[in-house]
C-alpha cells in the first residue's frame, strides 16, 4: 500500500531529527510556566480574596471553574508549537531541498502531501498529549496544594482535555497547510509567531467590541480553537460574554483552515518544479 | 534487477519564463554502456535530467525510460536510480536518510546497510550528514542511486567535489554498472573527467543537440598532433621544412601535424636542434568538445 508506505516514511522524517523534541521541549516549559504559575496564583488569590481584590485582581472565577481554565492552558498558549512543528514538516522539505529524493521515491505528489497532513495530525495529537499531561499535572498539583477541587473526579474535565488533544492535532495540520502554501522557512515561521502571538489576539479583542464583528471573530481560528476545547484563558481576560461556536462547530472551523490551506498549496506551490 | 531499459530523449523543450533552457533536444541512451552527457554550465543538462525524472514539467516532449514517462513507473526507485545535487537534511544521519527513502519506496530495510557498505561509507552512517564532506555527500548520493537495485542510473555531475582516489572509484562503479547490463547516463561539464569510463556521448550547448554518438567519433575532429619547440624556433622550422612536416606556430611551440614525437625528435635530431620540448597534443578529444561546444553557442 503506498499510502502506508509514504505516511510511514514522514513518520521516519519526523522522528529522525531533533525537531519534534525540541518543541515538545519548549512546549513543556511554557505551559509549565503559565499553568504552574497561574495555578498557583488562582488557587492563592481564591484563598485570599480580600487580599487579591486589594492587588486589582476584580473578578475570581468561582473554584470549579479553576480547574478546566487552568488545564486548557495546554492548547490556548501551547497550540503554536503544533503548528510548527506542521509547517515545519513542509517547508524543511523545499529549505534543504529533499524535495528530490521524496519526489523520486514517491512521484505521486498529492500522495505525499496527504501522508504529511496525516502525519502531523498524529503528531499534534501526540503534542497535546505532552502539553495536557504537564498542564493537569502541574495544575492539579497547585490547586490541591490549596485545597482546591482538581476536577479530575468529574468526567467533564476529561472530555475538554479530549477536545484540546483534538484541538493540538488540527493545528498542526494547519501548520501543513501554511508551510505548503508559504514554502519559505523563515517567512512561514514569522507569519506563525506575529498571527499567533499578535495578530489574532488583537483581531479577537477588537472583534469582540461590536456584536456584528463579533459574530466573524468567533470564526478566527484561535477562537474556533478555544470554542472546541471549551475553556480559555482568554474567555477569562475578554472583555464582555462574546460570541462563541459550539465545540464541534469550532472544530469543523480548524479542520476547515487545515484542509483548504493544504488543498491550496498541494495545487499550487507543491505542484511547482523542483529545480 | 531490471535491465536494457532504454532512455529516449524526444522532441524536448523546456521553458523558464522567457529562458528557453532546453531546445528540441532529441537523443537515447542505449543499456550496456556509460553514455556521457556533456555540456557547459548552463547548457540545460540538469534541466533535462530533471524533466526525465518527473521533477521539472516539460513544455512540449517527451522523456522515457522504455516508452514510460519516470510519473508511470511501477517502482520507481526499483527502475532508476538518480543522483542530483546532493540533497540531505543536514540533522539526519545517512542510515536514516536511506531508511526514510526506503520506506516510502516498499524497498526492505536490509538494503540500507548493504548499500552503505558497497559505496564505502558504512564507518561514517550514524554521523549526522551536515557534517560530511563533499565526497562524502556524493557517496550517499550513489548509495540512494543503489537502494532499488535499478537497471538504469541517471548521475547529475557525480565526479564533482571527489579526491583522485573517489574520481577513481567512482570511474569503476559506472564500468561495472555498465558490464553487468545497466543503462549509465553520467553528466559532466568536463570532457577530461569522464572520457575514461564513457562508450558513448551527448553533447549539449545552450539547450540543444550538438552531437551524439561512439566517443571515439570525437576523434576525427581534430587530427592528433606533436608540440615541439627549441630555444631557436627558426632553426627548428627549418629542420621540420626539410623533413617536410607540416606545422603551425602558437604561444606553446609549433604543433607539428605528426602524430608521433619520435619522428620530430629525429627530424630535429638530423637537423641538429636542440630542443625543450617534445610531447604528444592530448587526444585532441577535449579541443574537440570545445570546437563543438563553442560552435553552438554561436
Given at each position: ?12 522524517k519526523?522522528?529522525?531529527?531533533r525537531?519534534?523534541?525540541?518543541l ?13 504559575g497561574?495555578?498557583?496564583?488562582l ?18 472565577p468561582?473554584?470549579?471553574f479553576l480547574?478546566?481554565l ?6 490556548s ?5 503544533p503548528?510548527?512543528l506542521?509547517?515545519l514538516?513542509?517547508t ?15 512521484p ?12 502531523q495530525l498524529?503528531m ?11 498542564s ?18 468529574n ?9 484540546g488533544?483534538?484541538a493540538?492535532?488540527?493545528w ?14 523563515v ?21 469582540s ?5 463579533a459574530n ?10 478555544d470554542?472546541l ?17 459550539e465545540?464541534?462547530?469550532?472544530g ?11 488543498v491550496?498549496g ?5 505542484r511547482r518544479?523542483?529545480? | ?9 524526444a ?15 532529441s ?5 550496456g554502456?556509460?553514455?556521457?552527457f556533456l555540456?557547459?554550465n ?11 525524472l518527473?521533477?521539472v514539467r516539460?513544455?512540449?516532449g517527451t ?8 510519473h508511470?513507473?511501477d517502482r ?12 540531505f ?16 519506496a ?35 548520493a550513489?548509495?540512494y542511486?543503489?537502494?532499488?537495485d535499478p ?19 567512482i570511474r ?18 568536463l ?20 552531437k551524439?554518438?561512439p ?9 592528433a ?14 629542420a ?6 607540416e606545422y603551425?606556430e ?10 608521433d ?11 641538429g ?12 578529444l ?13
Amino acid at each position: 500500500m503506498s499510502v502506508l508506505r509514504a505516511i510511514a516514511s514522514e513518520f521516519q522524517k519526523a522522528f529522525t531529527t531533533r525537531m519534534w523534541w525540541l518543541l515538545a521541549i519548549l512546549l513543556i516549559a511554557y505551559v509549565a510556566f503559565l499553568a504552574g504559575g497561574l495555578g498557583a496564583f488562582l488557587g492563592w488569590a481564591s484563598e485570599n480574596p480580600d487580599a487579591a481584590a486589594s492587588a486589582g485582581n476584580t473578578q475570581i472565577p468561582p473554584g470549579e471553574f479553576l480547574a478546566p481554565l487552568i488545564y486548557s492552558f495546554a492548547s490556548s498558549v501551547g497550540y503554536v508549537f503544533p503548528v510548527l512543528l506542521g509547517a515545519l514538516a513542509v517547508t524543511g522539505e523545499f529549505r534543504h531541498k529533499t524535495l528530490t529524493p521524496t519526489f523520486l521515491a514517491q512521484p505521486n505528489r498529492s500522495l505525499v502531501l496527504g501522508a504529511k497532513f496525516t502525519t502531523q495530525l498524529v503528531m499534534g495529537a501526540g503534542l497535546g498529549v505532552i502539553a495536557f499531561v504537564t498542564s493537569v499535572g502541574l495544575g492539579a498539583a497547585a490547586l490541591s496544594a490549596f485545597g482546591l477541587g482538581t476536577g479530575l473526579d468529574n468526567s467533564d474535565t476529561w472530555a475538554l482535555i479530549a477536545r484540546g488533544v483534538l484541538a493540538m492535532a488540527l493545528w498542526a495540520t494547519i501548520g501543513v497547510g501554511l508551510g505548503s502554501l508559504v514554502p519559505n522557512q523563515v517567512a512561514t515561521i514569522v507569519i506563525v509567531i506575529a498571527f499567533t502571538q499578535f495578530l489574532e489576539p488583537v483581531l479577537r479583542l477588537a472583534a469582540s467590541l461590536n456584536s456584528v464583528t463579533a459574530n466573524i471573530g468567533q470564526f478566527l481560528p484561535g477562537a474556533a480553537s478555544d470554542a472546541l476545547v471549551g475553556a480559555s484563558f482568554y474567555t477569562l481576560a475578554a472583555a464582555g460574554p462574546g460570541q462563541s461556536l459550539e465545540w464541534w462547530q469550532g472544530g469543523l472551523v480548524l479542520l476547515a483552515i487545515g484542509v483548504i490551506a493544504t488543498v491550496i498549496g498541494g495545487a499550487t506551490t507543491w505542484r511547482r518544479d523542483v529545480t | 534487477m531490471a535491465s536494457g531499459i532504454r532512455i529516449e530523449i524526444a522532441g524536448l523543450s523546456k521553458q523558464f519564463g522567457a529562458v528557453t533552457a532546453v531546445d528540441d533536444l532529441s537523443f537515447t541512451v542505449e543499456p550496456g554502456r556509460v553514455t556521457g552527457f556533456l555540456g557547459p554550465n548552463g547548457a540545460g543538462k540538469t534541466t533535462t535530467l530533471r524533466v526525465l525524472l518527473g521533477l521539472v514539467r516539460a513544455t512540449s516532449g517527451t522523456a522515457t525510460f522504455d516508452g514510460r514517462r519516470y510519473h508511470d513507473l511501477d517502482r520507481p526507485l526499483e527502475t532508476v536510480g538518480a543522483a542530483l545535487d546532493a540533497n540531505f537534511h543536514p540533522g539526519r544521519t545517512a542510515r536514516d536518510h536511506l531508511k526514510v527513502y526506503a520506506t516510502a519506496a516498499g524497498i526492505a530495510g536490509s538494503r540500507v546497510p548493504a548499500v552503505l557498505e558497497q559505496v564505502g561509507m558504512s564507518e561514517f552512517a550514524d554521523r549526522r550528514v551536515g557534517g560530511y564532506s563533499l565526497g562524502m555527500r556524493q557517496r550517499l548520493a550513489l548509495a540512494y542511486t543503489l537502494l532499488g537495485d535499478p537497471g538504469v542510473f541517471v548521475l547529475d555531475e557525480p565526479v564533482n567535489g571527489l579526491d583522485p582516489e573517489g574520481i577513481k572509484w567512482i570511474r569503476g562503479f559506472m564500468r561495472s554498472l555498465a558490464h553487468e547490463g545497466r543503462t549509465v547516463l553520467v553528466s559532466s561539464h568536463l570532457l577530461s573527467e569522464v572520457q575514461q569510463s564513457v562508450d558513448d556521448i551527448v553533447i549539449i550547448s545552450r539547450g540543444r543537440l550538438v552531437k551524439s554518438g561512439p566517443l571515439s567519433s570525437l576523434e576525427g575532429e581534430t587530427a592528433a598532433a606533436t608540440i615541439v619547440d627549441s630555444p631557436d624556433r627558426r632553426a627548428l622550422a627549418a629542420a621540420l621544412d626539410a623533413a617536410g612536416m607540416e606545422y603551425t606556430e602558437d604561444g606553446e611551440g609549433l604543433i607539428v601535424a605528426e602524430p608521433d614525437p619520435g619522428r620530430v625528435g629525429h627530424a630535429a635530431f638530423v637537423g641538429g636542434i636542440e630542443l625543450n620540448a617534445l610531447h604528444a597534443r592530448r587526444s585532441g578529444l577535449e579541443e574537440s568538445f570545445l570546437a563543438l561546444v563553442e560552435g553552438g553557442e554561436k
